[in-house]
């Protein structure tokens, strides 16, 4: 247990075997696709309607989605500093654990194994083929959000390099198809653009904030990169940049998109609307343009898919290496995957994808993730303590300083709206900590019978 006392700090080195260093494969392009993989997905293609539906104008959906992208940076760069200085898997559960305390170390983790990974790649998984039923009658869409899970799992959990290569090609065909989808309904849209419509009293209402929880939800994944740390080559610098080019590029497209979505349908008629690409093409050219597009963007949906299966498992690997999850869960196949980890996060996405409501699922998934990247943001304040560390995140401590007020905001104002959700989040917690508590008891009972 000595290796998650609070008491450790950053500055420590990280000593690795050989065959953790054989493990870095992962350079740049794959590590920033995994960003960009895992944040484009289910949100940017759902959640417009949703937010519209709220009450929100043309110009207060922009707005959030500018909010949004401002604050994923900020993240990106306190988790680029805090990654380069702790280059191992594991994403907050190992922050937390060593630069805070091990209990919220593993409450994280849970938080990451229900919330951070099965949970949206069920979500994903249900939007790729929501998408798919609108132009294939009577589409089961759960058994395929099943199936999809199920066969990339395998693929995941062959080969990290094969997995890496994969995921490359995947996000460079989703962004070209993103782009042509931007630059045709802009050229194609003749009507006046209603992203000039704002509703300044909208943005102090509750509806606001859980606006710009959905909005958190379409940026989560901005820290995908730091889940696989420990297989990021030269990670001390790979690592802070892939997050930063991954996070920019993302907060540039989904701009662009919405307006876009904006320009082309006039804001009423989005309102409450999930599949909303599929009506804005639709719109432009037709049934078999919108059948087309909704195809396309199934395709796309791939990719978060495939990226969230590729780094959750990492989080169960390491808890399991901390003696907080079963011995199997961190055992290595010939191909330095941890495969068992792996099935067990796609078992619990796949019960997720066939018992729980969409809408929903949303609001619980950004709700829970922006409190424990709050809680690791925060954790820098402690890392700066170190005068040793290599310091990368600019505009220090404005920067967290931003991550952390959006996050209190969006939080308590959230809580207010939607009390349900926060009390799923409170569960979610509190399994963790009797995790957490039911390990820490079996320590002092081992130590006291020695």
Known sequence: MADLNPSITANEPIRETNSQSARRVLTLIPASSIV?????????????????????????????????????LCGAL????????????????????????P?????????????????????????????????????????MAVLTIILLSVLHSFDVRLGGKVLSSLIAVQVILLLAFIVGALFRSNQVASFTQFNPS????????????????AYSGWNAAAYVGGEIANAQTTLPRSLLLGAGAVGVLYVLVNVSYLSA????????????????????????????????????????????????????????????????????????????????????????????????????IGFTLTIFAALTVLSLFRLRRRADIKRVCVGYPVTPLIF???????????????PIPALAVLATLLVGYIAYAIREMKIKIENAAE
């Open 404 to 418: 952390l007020a959006f996050a209190l905001w969006a939080t308590v104002w959230s809580v207010r709206a939607q």
């Open 202 to 217: 909208f943005w102090s209402s509750s509806a606001f904030a859980v606006v710009l929880i959905f909005v958190s939800f």
């Open 265 to 364: 349908v006039p804001t009423a008629q989005l309102s409450g609307v999930k599949e909303v690409a599929h009506d804005v093409a639709q719109r432009l050219w037709g049934t078999t343009g919108g059948n087309l597009t909704s195809a396309l963007i199934a395709l796309t949906l791939i990719s978060p898919v495939s990226a969230m299966i590729m780094i959750g498992p990492r989080v169960l690997e390491a808890m399991s290496t901390d003696g907080f999850m079963p011995r199997s869960f961190s055992r290595l196949n010939r191909r330095k995957v941890p495969a068992t980890a792996v099935f067990v996060q796609a078992a619990l996405a796949a019960m997720i994808a066939v018992t729980s409501s969409f809408g929903p699922l949303l609001i619980y």
């Open 103 to 143: 209990s919220l170390g593993v409450m994280s983790g849970w938080v990451s194994l229900v919330v951070g990974f099965a949970a949206p790649i069920a979500a994903s998984a249900m939007a790729m083929h929501l998408y798919l039923a609108r132009i294939v009658p009577n589409w089961p869409v759960r058994s």
């Open 36 to 72: 960009v993989a895992s944040m484009v997905g289910t949100g940017i293609f759902t959640t417009t309607g949703l937010m519209i539906q709220m009450g929100a104008g043309g110009g207060d959906v922009l707005l959030a989605w500018l909010l949004g992208g401002v604050v994923a």
């Open 78 to 101: 306190c988790y680029g500093e805090i990654g380069a200085n702790l280059p191992r898997s594991g994403g907050e559960y190992f922050y937390l654990s060593r630069l805070l305390h």
